[in-house]
Every structure is written in structure tokens, then in C-alpha cells.
């Protein structure tokens, strides 16, 4: 069974960057035509989808974020990182990875983390 668990620190101060890892155990980053996401949800509001990076390692972003975000992955360890730089309080939310044959997701299966709190303070 495919389990995702997100780490990383739960507070950013403004202007930093975010950092945060998904390992990813039973199974491999590289197995074909999955797409491994982060997925993000602000308090009081719906999930967004920030970006994914696939099987072989094409990466993919939303429009809204691409400009402050990276997905990049280490396949010895069988994680991959999300990078979101330039933080404001706006970026405060409960932070997911998951796993899926579509680039894009926002909705929940068996294949996602239980996700991190993530808040943006000084």
C-alpha cells in the first residue's frame, strides 16, 4: 500500500521561502504515469492545486503559483520537495501531497498525506 507523509516546518516567516517533503513508501516516484501533487488548502476555503512532478520527473505548476514555486524530487530517497518562495500570511494553509494518474487533483483518494499545517507569521 502507497502511504504519502508530508514534512517540513510548520512556521515560515514572511518573505521566506517554504520548504516541504512527501516521502513516499510502497511504492516508487518513478512508476509510470503517476503524477505526484502538492495540494494546499487556506483556512475556510477549498483545496488548490500548486503543482506536480511526474513519473519521469516533467514538472508541471499553476499558473497562479508558478512564479514562487519548485517541485523537485530525490528518487534514492523516493521524495519529492516543494519550494515556495517569497511567503505572506495569504500562504497559511494545511499543505497535502498526493498521488494520482492525473497532472492535476483536488480531490481526495486513498493516496494523499494527512497533510501539515503550514503558517506564515513573523
Known amino acids: 500500500q502507497v502511504q504519502l507523509q508530508e514534512s517540513g516546518p510548520g512556521l515560515v516567516k514572511p518573505s521566506q521561502t517554504l520548504s516541504l517533503t512527501c516521502t513516499v513508501s510502497?511504492?516508487?516516484?518513478?512508476?509510470?504515469?503517476?503524477?505526484w501533487s502538492w495540494i494546499r488548502q487556506p483556512p475556510g476555503k477549498g483545496l488548490e492545486w500548486m503543482g506536480a512532478?511526474?513519473?519521469?520527473?516533467?514538472?508541471y505548476y499553476s499558473p497562479s503559483l508558478q512564479s514562487r514555486t519548485s517541485i523537485s524530487r530525490d528518487t534514492s530517497k523516493n521524495q519529492f520537495t516543494l519550494q515556495l518562495t517569497s511567503v505572506t500570511p495569504e500562504d497559511t494553509a494545511v499543505y497535502f501531497c498526493?498521488?494520482?494518474?492525473?497532472?492535476?487533483?483536488?480531490?481526495?483518494?486513498?493516496?494523499w498525506g494527512q497533510g501539515t499545517q503550514v503558517t506564515v507569521s513573523s
Open positions: 512532478i511526474s513519473y519521469s520527473g516533467k514538472t
Open positions: 498526493a498521488r494520482d494518474h492525473r497532472v492535476v487533483t483536488t480531490t481526495p483518494n486513498n493516496y
Open positions: 510502497g511504492g516508487s516516484i518513478t512508476s509510470d504515469y503517476y503524477y
